[in-house]
């Protein structure tokens, strides 16, 4: 097969039929080595019943950002040239900086989609420590100038689009969207150099919204690595064992199941009730990690948000309830923001189930 014929948009199958993941160069590399090297290839399966990716549209989108909170907007060159990088101070042993980690993931996505162009990486930072270089330490905090001042963010995430890989679901178009999460506040860079902790994630992004759609088998929650190549392997890994087919089967599902006003409203009550039972009645219903703050977003955007509103009978369905609790997601911190994103869809799935009978969600709708 001529693997040079096969031009994006691909297919779903096409973008995630790899070959076994082997040794990742070191991330040093030339784009050119990586996709040399690379044994991650697409290749056509025949007599399939294929998801066909929808072409992409030319639609105007506004630009929203995936997390909001207290974040703001930076770029590689910052991160590269006006930060400086943590340390672990016991050794002097310096971490793997936001910068590095974005970059070991954009090589590891074009090593695995190496016929794909890649968006350039948002990313959005909060939590800014301020320092200053040893040559102000006496100076007032007003004196100080430009080039005296050190900072680096504590936390960090990023996400990366492959625009070429999409899916339309309920009419909001979905693009593939990989990313990451760092943060130094759930390190210990008060002792000696150990493994290090990163979130990582690849989905997909609501392309009407720019919410993220995140499944279990498409995130890790803690990736602890030593290296930047068990990095990039660990990050191959996921993607090569990422099930987007059936992450998009059970999102499409989602549009299937409806909520009355009335259940709506018994949802989000319960929901409330959630954090405040005794503990042991608690540990018997599934885990639900979404606040009050979240649930009045939620509440508010059921009659207000343009996109994924109730109708007119008040009646409102799982795809757009999903939606409403990526979106009052977006008010996370970065620390928490993808741990919350996943939590949303298996709640919507075990709400799926409670609506036909068989789930321990019914809790929340009875």
Not at 33 to 47: A, K, L
Not at 68 to 87: F, Q, S
Not at 112 to 128: G, I, N, T
Not at 188 to 202: A, H
Request: charged letters at 25%.
């Amino acid at each position: 097969m001529d693997t040079l014929k096969i031009i994006k948009p691909a297919s779903v199958e096409k973008a995630f039929d790899f070959r076994p993941v082997g040794n990742a160069p070191h991330t040093n590399q030339s784009q050119n080595t990586m996709v040399e090297n690379s044994n991650q290839i697409f290749q056509d399966h025949h007599g399939i019943d294929k998801t066909e990716i929808v072409p992409r549209r030319n639609i105007e989108y506004k630009p929203k950002p995936f997390i909001e909170a207290n974040t703001e907007e930076v770029n590689l060159y910052h991160l590269k040239n006006d930060c400086i990088i943590p340390v672990f101070s016991k050794d002097n042993e310096k971490t793997i900086a936001h910068q590095e980690f974005i970059e070991i993931v954009q090589d590891s996505v074009s090593k695995a989609f190496p016929y794909q162009s890649l968006e350039a990486p948002e990313v959005r930072v909060s939590h800014q420590i301020k320092g200053r270089i040893p040559e102000a330490i006496h100076k007032n905090v007003k004196d100080l100038l430009g080039h005296e001042k050190t900072i680096y963010y504590e936390r960090m995430a990023f996400i990366i689009r492959v625009p070429g890989v999409s899916e339309v679901i309920n009419g909001n178009e979905l693009s593939l969207t990989i990313g990451g999460v760092r943060a130094y506040n759930q390190e210990n860079l008060y002792n000696r150099k150990s493994f290090e902790k990163f979130k990582f994630f690849i989905g997909f992004k609501n392309m009407v919204c720019c919410n993220l759609c995140v499944s279990s088998d498409g995130f890790i929650s803690e990736m602890r690595v030593s290296s930047y190549e068990e990095l990039q392997s660990k990050i191959l890994e996921v993607i090569q064992n990422y099930q987007a087919e059936n992450h998009l089967k059970i999102m499409k599902d989602f549009t299937n199941y409806s909520l009355t006003e009335y259940q709506f409203a018994q949802l989000i009550g319960k929901a409330r009730l959630y954090n405040h039972l005794p503990k042991k009645l608690k540990s018997e219903i599934p885990e639900l990690s979404f606040n009050d703050g979240h649930f009045n977003t939620i509440a508010k955007d059921y009659y207000q948000d343009e996109s994924f509103c109730k109708d007119d009978d008040g009646n409102i369905n799982l795809w757009n309830v999903y939606n409403l609790f990526t979106q009052a997601n977006k008010s996370s911190y970065i620390d928490t923001f993808l741990e919350r994103n996943l939590n949303a869809f298996e709640f919507n799935q075990g709400i799926c189930k409670a609506i036909s009978g068989n789930s321990h969600y019914h809790w929340f709708l009875s």
